[in-house]
Nanobody
Framework: QVQLVESGGGLVQPGGSLRLSCAPS????????MAWFRQAPGNEREFVAA????????YYLDSVKGRFTVSRDKGKDMLYLQMNSLKPEDTARYFC????????????????????WGQGTQVTVSS
């Protein structure tokens, strides 16, 4: 059974940092493209960052560029999201996603491209 399990969420003050982790299991994800999405109550799921498996290119939502960094440990199939300078508007449930194939870069920003999803981890930025 394929699973993606996120961890690392929590409550942090504005300006603080968190590191999210995504642990896949059930098959090898070494060639997968993987991403982070987030969803706040009442909002649609929003692309945050992606790591393209074929060439290790990284893509970001404009509002997180320079603050968030997506990375992978392919030896462990892990995906990470380092989040710095957090803002209240970053508050959301963060989801890990993975897919296989050779997508054009724009496809990686759409939730519909991804085959596998985790249950999410809550990030709350508040003083």
């Amino acid at each position: 059974q394929v699973q993606l399990v996120e961890s690392g969420g929590g409550l942090v003050q504005p300006g603080g940092s968190l590191r999210l982790s995504c642990a896949p299991s059930g098959r090898s994800f070494s060639t997968a493209s993987m991403a982070w999405f987030r969803q706040a109550p009442g909002n649609e799921r929003e692309f945050v960052a992606a790591y393209r498996g074929a060439n290790a290119n990284k893509y970001y939502l404009d509002s997180v560029k320079g603050r968030f960094t997506v990375s992978r440990d392919k030896g462990k199939d892990m995906l990470y999201l380092q989040m710095n300078s957090l803002k209240p508007e970053d508050t959301a449930r963060y989801f890990c996603a993975a897919g296989f194939g050779n997508p054009i870069s724009s496809s990686l920003r759409y939730a519909s491209w991804y085959e596998y999803w985790g249950q999410g981890t809550q990030v709350t930025v508040s003083s």
